[in-house]
Structures are given as C-alpha cells and as structure tokens.
C-alpha cells in the first residue's frame, strides 16, 4: 500500500513559522517530484512548492522568500519549512509525490494536514 505520512501544521500567528514533512513509504518507488500542495475553503487545490530528484524546485509565487522546500539524502522525506506565515496561508496542506517532475502533479496524495494563521 502505498502511503504518504504527513506531519507538522497546525494553529500559529501571523509572522510565525511552521514546518510540514511527508515521508513516503518504503513501497513508493520511481518517485521523482515530491511536493506540497493546499485547499483554503471554498478553493481549489493549487500548488504551493515542489522538488524533484534533481533539484529543480517550483514555489508559488505568493510564498516565495517565505517558504523553503528540501528533501533528505534518502530522497523519501520532503520539507516544507513555512515563515512569515500570513492568514491567506491557512488551509489544509496535502503532501504529493509521482514520477514526474516538479511540474506535473504527483499520484500519490497524503492524508492533508491543516494549517490556520490567525491575524
């Protein structure tokens, strides 16, 4: 069974910081782009960064400068290391990872975990 494991998120002020990690499964293999995503209420899903093998890196424009995406040596865990959270952040984070790069979305999706920033 495939899986993707979230965690982190949570409630912070504005100006805070946050960090998200997602660990795949030992059963993902081929796995390239490994990344974020997040759904606020009432929006769509969109991407907020992600990182292939290579390096190649992809941020949305409104969190760059803010929001730093890695991954560790075994290439299983990305990171999503979150400052200067502002409220328009708030909404469920989802981990995503396939094997494609950074520009094509992953098939496989964790569970989401939530993030609020209040003002």
């Known amino acids: 069974q495939v899986q993707l494991v979230e965690s982190g998120g949570g409630l912070v002020q504005a100006g805070g910081s946050l960090r998200l990690s997602c660990t795949a499964s030992?059963?993902?293999?081929?796995?390239?782009?490994m990344g974020w995503y997040r759904q606020a209420p009432g929006k769509q899903r969109e991407l907020v960064s992600s990182?292939?093998?290579?390096?190649?890196?992809l941020y949305q424009a409104s969190v760059k400068g803010r929001f730093s995406i890695s991954r560790d040596g075994t290439q299983n865990t990305v990171h999503l290391q979150m400052n200067s959270l502002k409220p328009e952040d708030t909404g469920v984070y989802y981990c995503n990872a396939g094997p494609y790069g950074p520009k094509s979305v992953g098939v496989y999706w964790g569970q989401g975990t939530q993030v609020t920033v209040s003002s």
């Open positions: 990182m292939g093998r290579s390096g190649e890196i």
């Open positions: 030992e059963s993902i293999i081929n796995i390239n782009a």
